[in-house]
């Protein structure tokens, strides 16, 4: 059974930093591109960023370039998201997720596993 399991979030003032870690397991994962979601309360899932599992190809949303940093340790089937200088408008839940192949890695609705997500608030 593939599980993708989210840790790392929490409650922290802006410009603050966190560390999100997605574990994977079930199954094998080198041909999969792994992202991160966020969801903010009323909006839709929002593309964060993707890492192809050789990590040769890295993706972010242009609007987080420069600020959160996508890295991965397949040693321990681990991804990573460094967010650096959070902001109030960041607050959202936090999904780790997981597709076949490196085509249209922004969209949600083409990944076939997720995790069950973990909350980011940033207070001003």
């Known amino acids: 059974q593939v599980q993708l399991v989210e840790s790392g979030g929490g409650l922290v003032q802006a410009g603050d930093s966190l560390r999100l870690s997605c574990a994977a397991s079930?199954?094998?994962?080198?041909?999969?591109?792994m992202a991160w979601f966020r969801q903010a309360p009323g909006k839709e899932r929002e593309f964060v960023a993707a890492?192809?599992?050789?990590?040769?190809?890295?993706s972010y949303a242009n609007s987080l370039k420069g600020r959160f940093t996508i890295s991965r340790d397949n040693a321990k089937n681990t991804r990573y998201l460094q967010m650096n200088s959070l902001k109030p408008e960041d607050t959202a839940v936090y999904y780790c997720?997981?597709?076949?192949?490196?085509?249209?890695?922004?969209?949600?609705?083409?990944?076939?596993?997720w995790g069950q997500g973990t909350q980011v608030t940033v207070s001003s």
């Open positions: 079930g199954r094998t994962f080198t041909s999969y591109t």
């Open positions: 890492i192809t599992w050789s990590g040769e190809i890295t």
């Open positions: 997720a997981a597709k076949l192949g490196v085509a249209s890695i922004t969209v949600p609705d083409l990944y076939d596993y």
